[in-house]
């Protein structure tokens, strides 16, 4: 049965359900207020009575223990005033009272007068409107004073305030909801625009933008994280874009030039040489495969996928490579730096970096491993002519080629700086390119293991 109402809650709008939880809490706090109002007013105004009650006690006291009561006894503000004698019977009044049936019998006077505390009395026995508020005191020679006030006019003024209450509870709380409704409906606007400007959104209309309020507030912190999610997107798309229009350019070489060795091998058979018809086929299916491997691991690693997560021993990773490249190695002092991380992702880019020094070196190329602080270090430097500062940067990115090196990077697609890169940025590092004087040295900056 609980079920059926939270479902419906659930489906109901922002606006309603914001409306409705702020009317029901004005509601239950109001109404809480107003218990609490009458609560505190009523007793305020018990205490005014039994304040003015006590004090004419204490005069009726004084003047019947100095022996000039008046008789009949003067009324003040409606009191009420009994005096009786040792016997119980009363020997002076007021004339609005009884002045044979005592107001207290003798039990509760005798009561009232040990304990001091005024008491509630129904008046209607004695003819005297309403309830009473009654107070027993005790006098010289056995005397005891009785003094009471009709609780009526209280009485009728906490009714009277408990109506106003009541009937101006509900029109305040329809204005509550009214205001409510128009507030949260023009705080809700704005994300109504966001959400028809994220409807207009769609793959012809790549570089639209959501409507940004212009108030200063969560909805335009909002706005602005969609909109730079939209540019990151954008940018995105565009690099998945240029990167399949950049591959297939790449794939487009090899291939035609495989399908032209085939034509012209299977159009003249019996003067081809097949031995080198296949080695050349050989090694555009290399080109191929080295460039259908380095894209793979572009996707993986803009993925954000590592392989592993292992300790690599860089010094270890260098003198190997050095060792087989048959390359100079400068290890810095102190224990061999570590590295957490993929070892063939590593490896990967060592062997990017030293592939492509090799191809530009003139004569040396040298591999260096240090640790600095909490960083290590990995550098790979040539003495070659080196890339200009401002072109730097530029080739880290993919399928980049300079005019120099394009003559010289025979069958390379310009992915292998890229790569590094991208391998790198996923292991927490960073890379960069500075000059060697001669040469260019490229180095790589990858966070120590704990």
Known sequence: MLARPVTWWRRQSLRFRVTAAATAVLALALGVS?????????????????????????????????NRLSDPVVAVDNTIVQVLDRDGRIVDATPNTD????????REREAAVRTGAPRFLDGRPYALPGPLRVRALSADRGVTVIVARSFAEVESSLVTTGHVLIAGMPILLALLAAVSWLVVGRTLRPIALLRRGAAEVGGTARSRRLPVPEARDEVHALATTLNDMLGRLEEADARQRALVSDAAHELRSPLASIRLQLEVALSHPDGQDWKETAEGVLEDTLRLSRLAEDLLALARLDEGRLGRREPVDLADMAR???????????LGPGPSPVVPGDALDLRRVLANLVDNALRHAASTVRIGVRADGTTAELS???DGPGIPPEDRERVFDRFTRLDDARSRDVGGAGLGLAIVRTTVEAHGGTVHLEDASPGLRAVVRLPLAR
């Open 380 to 382: 790979v430097t040539d």
């Open 99 to 106: 002045r044979l049936v005592p107001l207290l019998p003798a």
């Open 320 to 330: 190997r490579t050095a060792e087989r490249y048959g390359l100079d190695l400068d």
């Open 34 to 66: 107003a218990y609490v109002f009458v609560g505190v007013l009523g007793e305020a105004l018990v205490r005014g009575i039994d304040d003015q009650v006590y004090q004419r006690g204490r005069e009726i006291v004084a003047l019947s223990d100095a």
